[in-house]
């Protein structure tokens, strides 16, 4: 079975991804651990899913990976760069940089290829995917907001005394 392809959202999906990689998202999210964030989100959360939906096809390439393991995987991608010298590093080197915003869009296509392939799940198990998949990935944001000092020099650097704020 093959889903729809949705040429529009495909390229909703492509440029999506390339405002996230230029001016002024990717300024701000050199001067800002928010927009960095964002940024982020935007690279898991938004545009594997826009990218899937246009073009169900793709999810093909993951089906025979269990879906735990993927789910795990891109949630082990995304904790291991955060807390991990990667971070930092690609903050302060440009091809670091690029290769942490690819290792981000790939985890979102490992979390997000069981949900938007056609023929993998049923809805019902798709939804309980996902209701299992948010709260996990979304408990390094909570890691992240709750520490009592920067984790992060370069915006210590940066930002000065509003860097905990930020």
């Not at 390094?140 to 940066?158: N, Q, W």
């Amino acid at each position: 079975m093959r889903g729809p392809r949705r040429p529009y959202v495909l390229g909703a999906g492509l440029l999506v991804l390339a405002a996230t990689v230029l001016p002024p998202l990717n300024a701000w999210a050199h001067r800002s651990l928010v927009g960095h964030m964002v940024q982020h989100l935007v690279h898991t959360d938004v545009v594997p899913p826009l990218l899937f939906f246009g073009m169900p096809a793709l999810t093909r390439q993951f089906r025979r990976i269990p879906a735990p393991f993927l789910l795990f995987a891109s949630l082990a991608i995304v904790w291991a760069i955060h807390l991990g010298p990667l971070f930092e590093f690609s903050l302060e080197n440009a091809a670091a940089f690029a290769f942490v915003q690819v290792l981000f869009v790939a985890a979102g296509f490992m979390m997000w290829a069981p949900v938007f392939d056609p023929v993998r799940f049923s809805h019902a198990t798709r939804l309980g995917y996902v209701f299992l998949a948010m709260p996990l990935s979304g408990f390094l944001g909570f890691v992240l907001y709750s520490t009592r000092f920067p984790l992060y020099a370069t915006y210590v650097h940066v930002c000065g005394a509003g860097a905990l704020a930020d």
